[in-house]
């Protein structure tokens, strides 16, 4: 039953990183805008300490629960895969590093028929979102955006050591690696500004709030997507935990989702928009038999190297007792702290072999470790983490409904390690961490207690610990992927809109063909500037590049 007709020129389901700059966009033109987000406002205190992260990423209150099928590649575990349920979505809750990718990902999905999607073609929109607080070459880099891109204002001696230990394997310090070449190790980008998380909502969707011309509705959870025909014309969307009366929100122009790798696909199966097979399943009627919804499903599978350390002060100690309470004075008057720092504060970008052409490999690292090498639950001494991954997996899995409920969870299997090619690659990404913990730099601080453990030294050894203790790296992608008319499993086209249906567009981390090389917070919001560009029917000017 509808209990409101409301109409406007765009509905925007999902107010995560992509329909934040989404609904600034498009209302900045001057056209009506509702915007649907099934999670709370962001006023949660933790969402905008940069710290707060180890408390947000599990949040019930500010996340989708969603967990993985168990999978034998990955020891028959079963995964947590948050994503943000809150405004802001996952750029409220996550890691806070900015990382564009390579130029050459971008021109390999040119290279695949997407038009417009090469990297001279989308830098622009990558400049147009940020600004760019630091070094950096303005030919590639924004200064006048919205999102502050900030340098880590905390230097630890263990992340020097880590950085000159690399420079002693050949692998350089990189001044930029937002700069389209990525190769080296260095500090971090992150969308942190004075002290505070910079979220998309902050950066993008506060701003817009403002404008008569925009609706924005909270605890709203898009259930179905309505049509005319073969037009989609709006959404019917539960308030609250009410899941009956629902409401009916009507688009005179179209509907964007930017819900999601796991939410999109989900919402576009249980309209009717999918494998027919899968929805005659569950009794859904077919407005759209597209084969590719729900499936491509990859994300970056990690593991957390743990070593203890000595004769030096890490966050393990800080995070703790009187020094957490100097921590926190140093960071209410604006001075440098554990507060203000992102979960990972150096990175090394690297290849697994010779023979390739760019870096395949991204590490992490972090002056603090965990229990077991899990995230959340520190250590009671002295310990720095080096976390990796293959930055372009082979492996990928689907999302599927399990029931016509749009409360009910959907199935997820991301067939972690399921491609031979990627165990791989995680064995000699895990061998080179090693060799860089034996350079000279970082041996007056190790204690020789690691996790794996030294004794673990044969392939299949190493490869046994991979999939017992890996997780998720949080970087879903590719379940309504973009591709040319005459690829079979391609959801959208150049433009983003859905095949075979009119007023209908996926603008989130949904669409991307492959995975970047590298997290994906930053290609969103990329893809966001883009898709309203294409909406409103602009193009990028000389000026722009």
Request: glycine share 10%; charged share 20%.
């Amino acid at each position: 039953m509808s209990t409101d007709a409301d109409t406007f020129d765009y509905v925007v389901v999902g107010g995560g990183t992509a329909g934040s700059i989404m609904v600034n966009r498009l209302s900045a033109d001057g056209a009506s805008v509702c915007l649907l987000e099934a999670g709370p406002k962001d006023r949660h205190p933790f969402i905008h300490i940069p710290a707060g992260y180890i408390k947000n990423i599990y949040s019930p209150k500010l996340t989708w629960s969603f967990k993985s099928k168990p999978n034998p590649a990955t020891a028959n575990r079963s995964f947590a895969l948050p994503q943000g349920c809150v405004l802001g979505g996952s750029s409220s809750i996550n890691g806070l590093n900015y990382v564009r990718g390579q130029s050459a990902d971008y021109d390999a999905w040119a290279q695949m028929g997407n038009t417009g999607w090469s990297y001279n073609e989308i830098l622009p929109y990558f400049k147009r979102s940020e600004r760019r607080i630091g070094p950096g070459d303005d030919a590639v880099r924004g200064r006048d955006g919205e999102l502050p891109i900030t340098d880590l204002d905390l230097i630890h001696p263990i992340c020097e050591a880590f950085i000159e230990g690399a420079a002693q394997m050949g692998i350089p310090r990189n001044p930029d690696y937002n700069s389209g070449d990525q190769a080296g190790t260095g500090y971090f980008q992150r969308t942190v500004h004075k002290g505070y998380r910079y979220s998309a909502a902050k950066a993008f969707l506060r701003p817009a709030r403002k404008r008569s011309n925009v609706d924005i509705r909270t605890n709203a959870q898009a259930a179905e997507i309505l049509f005319d025909g073969s037009r989609v014309n709006g959404v019917r969307y539960c308030l609250g935990k009410q899941r009956n009366p629902t409401i009916e929100v009507h688009a005179r122009r179209e509907v964007i989702l930017c819900a999601g790798a796991l939410n999109t696909p989900k919402l576009l199966q249980l309209s009717g928009i999918g494998p027919a097979e899968v929805l005659g399943g569950l009794g859904i009627r077919v407005r759209a038999d597209l084969c590719g919804v729900g499936n491509n499903l990859r994300d970056h599978y990690g593991v957390r190297m743990v070593s203890h350390l000595k004769g030096i002060k890490t966050f393990n100690s800080m995070a703790q007792g009187l020094p957490l309470g100097f921590e926190i004075a140093k960071w209410l008057l604006g001075r440098p702290s554990i507060l203000s720092v992102s979960p990972s504060l150096t990175h090394l970008f690297w290849k697994s072999s010779d023979a390739l052409e760019t870096p395949d490999l991204e590490y992490v690292m972090t002056p603090a470790s965990f229990r077991e090498g899990t995230v959340g639950l520190l250590d009671n001494v002295p310990g720095m983490t080096v976390g990796v991954w293959q930055m372009r997996p082979e492996s990928h899995g689907f999302v599927r409904p399990v029931s016509r409920n749009p409360f009910d969870p959907p199935e997820i299997n991301p067939n972690y390690l399921s491609d031979p090619r990627d165990q791989q690659v995680l064995l000699r990404s895990i061998r080179l961490a090693r060799k860089l913990m034996t350079t000279a730099p970082l041996q007056p601080y190790l204690t020789g207690k690691t996790n794996p453990d030294q004794s673990l030294e044969s392939d299949d050894e190493l490869l046994d610990w991979a999939k017992r203790e890996g997780i998720t790296v949080y970087h879903m992608i590719g379940t309504a992927r973009m591709g040319p008319d005459d690829d079979p499993g391609a959801v959208v086209d150049s433009q983003l809109r859905v095949r075979g249906l009119q007023g209908l567009r996926v603008a989130d981390a949904s669409v991307m063909p492959v995975m970047p090389s590298g997290n994906t917070n930053a290609p969103v919001m990329m893809i966001a500037e883009k898709a309203a560009d294409m909406i409103l029917g602009k193009t990028v000017t000389p000026a722009d590049l």
